[in-house]
């Protein structure tokens, strides 16, 4: 993984962006992930139940990662419960979480309560290879967010911005409800607030269809970038920083080191509001 320590987030979003095809390609030949990959795909298309999932830790930990739920892994109960949950009833436990990664994980899986229904099929390429791609886009994410959460949350926020419907969606989601208050000039302290305030005050601040433009996706993550290096700075360099940045894949596995003159910012945040 690049280190984007020392360097500002429009910077390391930069930078990253630059070399994100060959970071993966790196973390698919890590001879731990080829490991856990290669008993994911060996053993998932044997799998027909919850039950049977958890019980098998290695593929069940390989899933877990792919959908952001490591910090529940060992939450086994929990998460039986919540691929034996009915999805379409209102009262089950699914529908109880306002956490939308079970929910996630739990259609993408597609278990079902109904008693006679066709039991999931894991062998096909195409589901496998949605999970593992799944797998190591988190793994990028999430190492990058390490570095940098600035760079995190914009992240997340590419990853979810055309799956958002309403601000129910966002206030659902801790990362996509910073994003949206700071590149909206609103405070933190409104997350107190009833959950209808806070949609009213973020509807009259932003109009969600906008985000189908990716130019109008691009000026929030700018205006968020920079509004957060000036709340929280991220240790700017006024000297030189040498970044070995990895070679496109056409020149092959090879580092090629070269130096960014990272200037200070110098502005006021009154300034990003006119």
Known sequence: MISINGLGSPTALRLIDATRDRQIALMRDEPTNQRAEQAFRERIGQITTPKELIEDFEVYSFVMRAF????????????????ESDPVEETSLLNRLTDQRFRELHLSL??????????????????????????????????????????????????????????????????????FQV?????????????????????????????????????????????????????FASNNIAVSILQSASFGAQFVPITLDVATINFSASQLYR
């Not at 909206?184 to 969600?208: A, H, R, T």
Request: hydrophobic share 35%.
């Open 183 to 235: 590149a909206l000039n609103l405070p933190k302290e409104i997350s107190g607030l009833d959950l209808d305030v806070q949609k009213k005050l973020f509807e009259e601040k932003f109009d969600l269809a906008d985000l189908a433009d990716p130019a109008e996706r691009e000026r929030l993550i700018t205006r968020y970038t920079a509004i957060s290096d000036v709340i929280n700075p991220q240790g």
């Open 68 to 83: 952001d739920l490591e910090d529940q892994i060992f939450g086994k109960g929990l998460m039986r419960k919540v691929l």
């Open 110 to 179: 597609g278990f079902t309560t109904e008693e006679g229904a066709q039991v999931p099929n894991f062998n096909g390429l195409t589901f496998q290879n949605a999970v593992v791609d799944r797998f190591y886009d988190r793994q990028f994410i999430n190492q990058n967010d390490e570095q940098n959460s600035t760079v995190g949350t914009v992240l997340e926020f590419r990853e979810k911005a055309e799956t958002i419907d309403s601000w129910f969606d966002v206030l659902k989601d801790k990362k996509l409800t910073n994003f």
